[in-house]
């Protein structure tokens, strides 16, 4: 997925492109309903971006998926070709998509991670099951950045710091 000068995103390739269909396409493809897109990830089978809402609404976290089998979209249920709102209180100014989990950054500092948990990558216990929106991943107040790679997450910290959580099998945590 990509970003115009419009404001809009095209997606393109196997998987949901967000303009209500769910086959592929080598071709770009308008994603349907987003006008003033700021970021746009993309995971296995899914895509999210950031959309200003402007006023009240601020920036807000939008994604789509056909089967929502990770819980993508942040809640249970069918998956949509469409993008759908994401439920978080307050703003987001980062996000980032992983194999099967998305994190989102909030002003302020706090993480919140959703999907995919069978190595941690959400950042909080849950058995290694997958989840929906659940609260900030603990004792991160300071990030400035997240990045959702295929089994762990990692955020740069307003010090400078970087902390990750996850799958560290090939080394992904930095923890030697």
């Known amino acids: 997925c990509s970003i115009g000068s419009s404001g809009r995103a095209s997606c393109w390739g196997l998987g949901p492109r967000g303009d209500g269909l769910s086959?592929?396409?080598?071709?770009?493809?308008?994603?349907?309903?987003?006008?003033?897109?700021?970021?746009?990830?993309?995971?296995?089978?899914?895509?999210?971006?950031?959309?200003?809402?402007?006023?009240?609404?601020g920036r807000q976290a939008f994604c789509w998926t056909s089967s929502n089998a990770d819980l993508q979209l942040g809640r249970t249920g069918s998956g949509t070709p469409l993008p759908e709102q994401v439920s978080l209180a307050g703003e987001e100014i980062d996000l980032s998509g992983g194999y099967g989990h998305v994190c989102a950054l909030q002003p302020g500092g706090a993480v919140y991670c959703w999907g995919r948990n069978n190595a941690g990558q959400l950042g909080r216990d849950t058995g290694g099951a997958d989840d929906v929106i659940g609260p900030a991943v603990s004792g991160i107040t300071d990030a400035t950045a997240v990045s959702a790679g295929r089994f762990h997450t990692c955020v740069l910290r307003s010090s400078g710091a970087l902390s990750c959580w996850g799958k560290n099998t090939s080394g992904e945590l930095g923890d030697g």
């Open 23 to 57: 086959n592929g396409d080598s071709r770009p493809v308008e994603v349907a309903g987003l006008t003033n897109v700021l970021d746009v990830d993309v995971g296995v089978g899914f895509a999210c971006a950031i959309e200003d809402l402007g006023g009240a609404m």
